[in-house]
């Protein structure tokens, strides 16, 4: 008997998992019935409607596609209704009424990217990196009415590289989607499955991963002053892209210029034991740009002004500080 799916998404981190049950259609004997998104969004200052990434896919792979304004309304719950749907698939989209995800006979099931019960939210790919976290993954569960809370059915662990950013971090665990998201299809299309309650898993010491404001990403000479450096790599490694906004100051004996600059890229954080811990300094050296306290360090890989394009930090000093004596500093 062939099975139906329905599949709701929005961003580009979903449009992996949307190709895959695209792609195993006929091996898995389903039938996916169609894509639910958001409608368009008016972009930019002629505020032009664009589509989503999700929808973008979904009309390029022929699929029906919903962008409901309410996803309560009636009659779209009776369109959906009249799918007859054995499942619903959920990567990355908004929280769904009761009235929607219990509509299928074997139930709503979400990709979270993060290892629950483990930074549930919005955010959980930037506030593992924050937070230094070693290990991160994929879990998929049963829709409830709390976030995050319901059943698991599988989990795929990924070890996270100490200079991977939010970029890296996001590509990495969109491909590993395609495979977990397909093992749970079977799992629960075909096999005796179990499902784990997360009542019953490590509920203490829950770290969260709340939604990321634009005042998140403004940091101030407050932050620079009292952050240990580890903390200030690892806050930049989980806020880029797009990067954190701070002022930088341009300075020689007689004026200092004052610069909004964008920090896209860090690297190479190190500590030794050879000095005593100094003031947080910016140090020019070999065309880096060192943030160090003698005790810590890393560099500015890249950055760029406010408006202005991506440059590495060699670019950088050739472009903005080219006279002999210059300083840098943030604070």
């Not at 099931?109 to 930037?126: C, E, F, T, V, W």
């Not at 991977?164 to 096999?191: A, G, P, Q």
């Not at 952050?227 to 806020?239: A, E, P, V």
């Not at 610069?259 to 910016?282: A, D, H, L, M």
Request: aromatic share 10%.
């Amino acid at each position: 008997m062939m099975r139906n799916i329905l599949f709701c998404g929005t961003p580009e981190f979903a449009t992996s998992s949307l190709q895959t049950i695209f792609n195993y259609q006929k091996k898995l004997n389903y039938k996916l019935c169609g894509v639910v998104t958001i409608p368009d969004k008016p972009i930019g200052r002629g505020q032009t409607k664009q589509k989503c990434a999700i929808k973008k896919l979904g009309e390029k792979l022929q699929l029906e596609t919903y962008s409901p304004t309410d996803i309560r309304n009636i009659d779209f719950i009776k369109k959906i209704q009249s799918l007859e749907l054995d499942l619903i698939i959920v990567v990355a989209f908004k929280k769904l009424p009761s009235i929607f995800f219990k509509i299928p006979k074997i139930g709503t099931i979400n990709l979270h990217a993060s290892l629950l019960p483990q930074y549930r939210g919005a955010a959980p790919i930037n506030w593992v990196l924050i937070n230094n976290e070693k290990e991160t993954g994929l879990t998929t569960f049963f829709i409830n009415k709390k976030i995050d809370t319901g059943d698991i059915i599988l989990q795929s662990n990924v070890n996270i590289p100490n200079e991977w950013h939010v970029d890296d971090l996001h590509d990495f665990l969109m491909i590993e989607s395609e495979k977990i998201i397909i093992k749970t299809i079977k799992k629960v299309f075909f096999e005796d499955f179990q499902v784990i309650s997360q009542k019953k898993t490590n509920n203490k010491n829950l770290k969260l991963a709340p939604k990321l404001k634009k005042e998140n990403y403004l940091i101030n000479n407050c932050f620079w002053e009292t952050k240990k450096l580890q903390k200030i790599y690892n806050f930049i490694r989980g806020m880029s892209p797009p990067g954190i906004k701070t002022q930088l100051f341009i300075q020689n004996n007689k004026i200092k210029i004052t610069k909004n600059v964008i920090i896209t890229r860090v690297g190479n954080y190190s500590t030794t034991i050879e000095e005593k811990r100094k003031k947080t300094q910016i140090i020019i050296k070999n065309n880096n740009i060192i943030i160090s306290n003698y005790k810590e360090s890393f560099h500015v890989k890249k950055l760029k002004t406010e408006n202005g394009k991506e440059l590495t930090a060699k670019d950088f000093l050739n472009g903005f500080v080219n006279q002999k004596g210059q300083k840098l500093t943030f604070f």
